[in-house]
């Protein structure tokens, strides 16, 4: 299974995902599903991946060779983010037609692209299956892909626009860490990005391994708040009369 969420806020973007591609008793198998491509100072884009391996792997290896090709239509020369979230689904819908349809097997890919082209402002989008793709809102300023339903309570308790980076780098983590909890298919490496308003830059990206401390220190942090909060219900809380 795969988790990845975006956030779009004020100050800019925050990218997370996993990087489990199977999980079981005998086999489990790691593929990075965090993807960078852009020009410093010019244009820089993030794609979160989820679903076939088979078709995330043949829509990122099409986008680089449209790139290094310098075909008419690609990443490098697209002049705005719908543009290119447009560009993805098309290149989306072309490779699972390639394996055509199998009653047990889906070719289905899921994709978020997130960032931001010179003179225009920082922005995200959810590529579905389907090649259209939607943006988030004021009231949801994030977007998932992947087994998003455990980590989706934090978001929605904490995310708002005025939200600054750090603390939405740290609530995508949390979610993250109550997806792990929950999903034993989905796991380290765990990938986080932060990207500011205007930077051009992907320089502040990190890799956290399994047995990592800070991901150990974090389960640990948000677990014994979790408990202890519970724990003061009973005292702020009355039960009501009958």
């Known amino acids: 299974m795969t988790y990845c969420v975006a956030i779009a806020v004020n100050d800019g973007l925050v990218f997370t995902s996993d990087s489990r591609t199977n999980a079981g008793v005998d ?7 965090m993807h960078q491509f852009g020009i410093p100072g010019m244009r820089q884009f993030v794609i979160l991946s989820a679903g076939n391996l088979a078709t995330t792997q043949g829509v990122i290896k099409k986008l680089e060779m449209d790139i290094k090709e310098g075909a008419a239509l690609n990443l490098m020369s697209v002049s705005s983010m719908d543009d290119a979230a447009d560009y993805l689904g098309q290149i989306n819908l072309a490779q699972q037609s390639k394996y055509g349809s199998s009653s047990n097997v889906s070719y289905e ?17 959810l590529v579905y299956p389907q090649g259209n793709h939607i943006a988030p809102s004021e009231t949801t300023p994030y977007l ?5 339903k455990y980590g989706k309570p934090i978001l929605d308790r904490i995310l708002a626009p005025d939200t600054d980076l750090e603390t939405a780098a740290l609530c995508a983590l949390v979610s ?13 490496p765990i990938e986080s990005l932060v990207y500011s308003s205007d930077s051009f830059s992907l320089d502040q990206h990190h890799k956290l391994n399994e047995g990592s401390n800070f991901l150990r220190e ?24 009958n």
Do not use: C, H
């Open 27 to 33: 086999q489990i198998s790691t593929y990075s599903k």
């Open 109 to 125: 890919a899921s994709f978020i692209i997130g960032g931001q082209i010179k003179n225009s402002a920082p922005s995200l989008f």
């Open 144 to 148: 998932q892909i992947g087994e998003s």
């Open 176 to 188: 993250m860490d109550s997806t792990m909890r929950s999903n034993l298919t989905v796991g380290p």
């Open 218 to 241: 974090l389960n640990v942090a948000w677990d014994s708040r979790l408990r202890e909060a519970f724990s003061k219900l009973s005292s702020t809380l009355t039960w009501p009369s």
